[in-house]
Antibody
Framework: EVQVVESGGGLVQTGGSLRLSCAAS????????MNWVRQAPGTGLEWVSG????????YYGDSVKGRFTISRDNSRNTLYLQMNSLRGEDTAVYYC???????????????????WGQGTLVTV | EIVMTQSPVTLSVSPGERATLSCRAS??????LAWYQQRPGQAPRLLIY???TRATGIPARFSGSGSGTEFTLTISSLQSEDFAVYYC?????????FGRGTKVEIK
């Protein structure tokens, strides 16, 4: 069974930093891109960042570019999101989501998201 | 970036009735369109990808159609567990973007 479990959320002051983790299991982790999607209280979904299966290619939404860094450790089946210079508008539940499209190498385009974690709350 | 516009914002439907949700893209996304369901307090769940392919375990009462810029999600006969918020997402190019959602509520 595919499973992704986020951790690392919490309360942080404006300007502070936080690192989120996502532990994955039940699939060949290195073969799939991974993403972070967030949801501010009472609002819709916002894609935050994505990373290719090898970790070579990374992508960011404009609202976090230059402040957040996505990375992965394929030996540990773990995805990360380093969040720096946090602002009030970064307050949200952060979801880890697995790409549904299988790529032998790195996919040049995004994918639908077929497995989501339960999310971790970040409050700034 | 591609802007996804969903309508209506809220849809009031009686159990057993049909619900039709719309999603429009600001430019073509071909068939690179997915639909998600989010129940209160839960994570989103993939329903449809490739505009019309049901995800694993999704009941046949959910169907998707469309291509290019106009898409539709149809729920043929609403069950109690279907009252939720539905989002469309384009994965044609970066950044992938979501619509603001349609809330399906009990009439």
């Amino acid at each position: 069974e595919v499973q992704v479990v986020e951790s690392g959320g919490g309360l942080v002051q404006t300007g502070g930093s936080l690192r989120l983790s996502c532990a994955a299991s039940g699939f060949n982790f290195r073969s799939y891109a991974m993403n972070w999607v967030r949801q501010a209280p009472g609002t819709g979904l916002e894609w935050v960042s994505g990373i290719s299966g090898t970790g070579i290619a990374t992508y960011y939404g404009d609202s976090v570019k230059g402040r957040f860094t996505i990375s992965r450790d394929n030996s540990r089946n773990t995805l990360y999101l380093q969040m720096n210079s946090l602002r009030g508008e970064d307050t949200a539940v952060y979801y880890c989501a697995k790409a549904g499209r299988f790529c032998g190498g790195d996919c040049p385009t995004p994918s639908y998201l077929d497995s989501w974690g339960q999310g971790t709350l970040v409050t700034v | 970036e591609i802007v996804m516009t969903q309508s209506p914002v809220t849809l009031s439907v009686s159990p057993g009735e049909r619900a039709t949700l719309s999603c429009r893209a600001s430019q073509t996304v071909s068939s690179n369109l997915a639909w998600y369901q989010q129940r209160p307090g839960q994570a989103p769940r993939l329903l449809i990808y490739g505009a019309s392919t049901r995800a694993t375990g999704i009941p046949a009462r959910f169907s998707g159609s469309g291509s290019g810029t106009e898409f539709t999600l149809t729920i043929s006969s609403l069950q109690s567990e279907d009252f939720a918020v539905y989002y469309c997402q384009q994965f044609y190019n970066w950044p992938q973007t979501f619509g603001r959602g349609t809330k399906v509520e009990i009439k």
